[in-house]
């Protein structure tokens, strides 16, 4: 199994939809959770961080972490167009702090207008 | 304005020529990391640093060598490449604490090795 295991997708939806994008793992210890949103032909930028379990939100995103099911999601509210871009989930494992991040393998959206 | 930049952007070499590709920041920050990107494998972490002259191995290490000399450079050093080198690979800059993560990923360096 691996550490991180996110859906690849594609996901298609209609703009104003909710988004709900998941990741599981196995790696208990995991402490710092990421989400990240990386645009065709440019460099992931971060878009969440959360620490433990717990919800956090900024403007339309949310994230969530349930260390209890080994589970994270990324909410996003009222999506637009520009939202279309691949998101990837990231967390480190115990030994290490941001410089060691183990990544899923990123879902691409489309959000249609 | 925060920034990571890599050169060369674009690269098509052959097999067993030496390349380096250049990374600096200008946010004075500690950690940075190399990665590189393939389809269906995702983001996959080749070194990484903690502060100048403390390097350690990410996931992906082979064929690979970094030196951390000044805080704002991490060159990526590809001493004999090879075709399963050929990727897409990205340079990044992170500051951990006071409760905050900032980190900021490079342009992305694309790379063919023939």
């Known amino acids: 199994q691996k550490e991180v295991e996110q859906d690849p997708g594609p996901l298609s939806v209609p703009e104003g939809a909710i988004v709900s994008l998941n990741c599981t793992y196995s790696?208990?210890?995991?402490?710092?959770f990421m989400w990240y949103r990386q645009y065709s032909r440019k460099g992931p930028e971060l878009l969440m961080y959360?620490?433990?379990?717990g919800n956090k939100e900024d403007g339309r995103f949310t994230a969530q972490v349930d260390k209890s099911s080994k589970y994270i999601s990324l909410f996003i509210r009222d999506s637009q167009p520009s939202d279309s871009a691949t998101y990837l989930c990231?967390?480190?494992?115990?030994?290490?702090?941001?410089?060691?991040?183990?990544f899923g393998k990123g879902m691409k959206l489309t959000v249609n207008p | 304005e925060a920034q990571v930049t890599q050169n060369p952007r674009y690269l098509i070499t052959v097999t067993g020529k030496k390349l380096t590709v250049t990374c600096s920041q200008n946010?004075?920050?500690?950690?940075m990391s190399w990665y590189r990107q393939d389809p269906g494998l995702g983001l996959r972490q080749i070194y990484y640093?903690?502060?100048?002259?403390?390097?350690d191995k990410g996931d992906v290490p082979e064929g690979y060598k970094v030196s951390r000399k000044e805080k704002r450079n991490f060159p990526l050093i590809l001493e004999s490449p090879s075709p399963n080198q050929t990727s897409l690979y990205f340079c990044?800059?992170?500051?951990?604490?006071?409760?905050?993560?900032?980190?900021?990923f490079g342009p992305g360096t694309r790379l063919l090795v023939l």
């Open positions: 990044a800059s992170s500051f951990l604490g006071q409760g905050q993560e900032t980190q900021y």
């Open positions: 790696n208990s210890a995991f402490q710092y």
């Open positions: 959360t620490y433990s379990s």
């Open positions: 990231a967390m480190t494992p115990p030994q290490g702090g941001s410089e060691k991040l183990v």
């Open positions: 946010m004075n920050h500690e950690y």
């Open positions: 640093s903690m502060n100048v002259e403390v390097t």
